[in-house]
Structures are given as C-alpha cells and as structure tokens.
C-alpha cells in the first residue's frame, strides 16, 4: 500500500521561501508519477507541480513557474516543493499525491498525502 506523508508547510511573508516535502513509501519500482496540487477556501483543487519518476521530467502550473521548484531524492523516495518568492495568492493547503500515471485531473490520483497548510501574509 503506498503512504505519503507529508511536511514543512507554514506561516511565511510575500516574498518568502518554504520547502515543501513528501516521503513516499510502498512503491516497488520506479516509474511512478508524483506530484504537488493545492486548494484554497471556496476554490477547486488545482495542479502546482509534477514529477515524473522515471524521466525526471516535470511539469508547473503557469502561476508558480519560475518561482517553484520540484524535484525528488531517490535514495530517500522523497518527493520536494521548493517554493520561493512566495505571494498571498499561493495561500492553500498543499497536497502530495501519486500514481502509476500522471494527470492533470486530481481526481484521477489514488494516493494522497494529509495535505500542509502554506500561508503567506502580505
């Protein structure tokens, strides 16, 4: 069964930094995807960042390129969200999911983390 758990949200000025990490457990191979989505208050969950396990490729939502950074430690099957340059609008839980196939529907994500709180205050 694959379990991921979550860390490092909090309470940050525009402006600022905070690294996002999810540790993944239960996979028996690579190949996988994983990725970031978040969801603020009265709004739809959307797609931030993608990781692809087995190319190393990703993906970023328009709103966060540049400023985000995704990218995962192998040995430690740890997936991370840099996020710099931070701005109110990033306020929102942020979530850690996973699957054999990415998407840009969450919907389609079986794997969920517990989901951090980012705030960012101007």
């Known amino acids: 069964q694959v379990q991921l758990v979550e860390s490092g949200g909090g309470s940050v000025q525009a402006g600022g930094s905070l690294r996002l990490s999810c540790a993944a457990t239960?996979?028996?191979?690579?190949?996988?995807?994983m990725a970031w989505f978040r969801q603020a208050p009265g709004k739809e969950r959307e797609g931030v960042a993608r990781?692809?396990?087995?190319?190393?490729?990703?993906w970023y939502a328009d709103s966060v390129k540049g400023r985000f950074s995704i990218s995962q430690d192998n040995a430690k099957n740890t997936l991370y969200l840099q996020m710099n340059t931070l701005k109110p609008e990033d306020t929102a839980m942020y979530y850690c999911?996973?699957?054999?196939?990415?998407?840009?529907?969450?919907?389609?994500?079986?794997?969920w983390g517990q989901g951090t709180q980012v705030t960012v205050s101007s």
């Open positions: 999911a996973s699957d054999w196939s990415c998407s840009s529907n969450w919907k389609l994500f079986r794997y």
């Open positions: 990781f692809y396990t087995d190319s190393g490729g990703t």
């Open positions: 239960g996979y028996s191979s690579s190949g996988y995807c």
